[in-house]
């Protein structure tokens, strides 16, 4: 991951505390080649200008014992797009919610305690949302890679 708009040590450093948030300002420091100071600084600078939002922990999903990730695919119609969006956005089960390429398609990912909750789960979204046309879901069973390692993007919405 590149960010523009900054310089390569503040790259470096996002890398740094992408790999490892918890990293020190002198370990960090030592890697990019300043003082604890002024890498203190430059990451202040970064939250000020909201490049980095926020530090969380991540949990690998195979490390727990109970539940599964999911993804669901929903093509829904035009005039039912925000009315799903908002219903998806208060959803307990699902994390994220995408809106993507295709015609009115929304994509999601949540985590469920049990295949059997994701089926009835998926089958009330569909029936209880008229204006869902076609909703697919999935059970992640494999990472083959995480190239973001638990980072959080801050979603912005744009008036098109």
Not at 10 to 23: G, Q, S, T, V
Not at 34 to 62: C, F, M, W
Request: contains cysteine.
């Amino acid at each position: 991951m590149y960010i523009e708009g900054v310089d390569s040590i503040d790259n470096k450093i996002i890398r740094l505390l992408k790999k490892n948030a918890r990293m020190s300002y002198s370990a960090i420091g030592e890697e990019v080649g300043l003082s604890r100071v002024a890498v203190k600084n430059r990451i202040d600078v970064l939250e000020q200008k909201r490049i980095i939002t926020g530090y969380h922990v991540a949990i690998t999903p195979e490390k727990c014992t109970q539940g599964l990730e999911f993804t669901i695919d929903l093509e829904v119609q035009q005039n039912e797009m925000q009315h799903i969006i908002d219903v998806l956005c208060k959803d307990k089960f699902i994390r994220k919610v995408y809106g993507t390429t295709g015609r009115n398609r929304i994509h999601c990912q949540g985590y469920v305690p049990s295949s059997k909750t994701l089926k009835i789960h998926a089958q009330n979204l569909f029936d209880h949302n008229i204006g869902i046309l076609k909703l697919e879901w999935y059970i992640m069973m494999t990472t083959y890679k995480d190239e973001d390692g638990g980072v959080v993007y801050a979603g912005v919405k744009e008036d098109i």
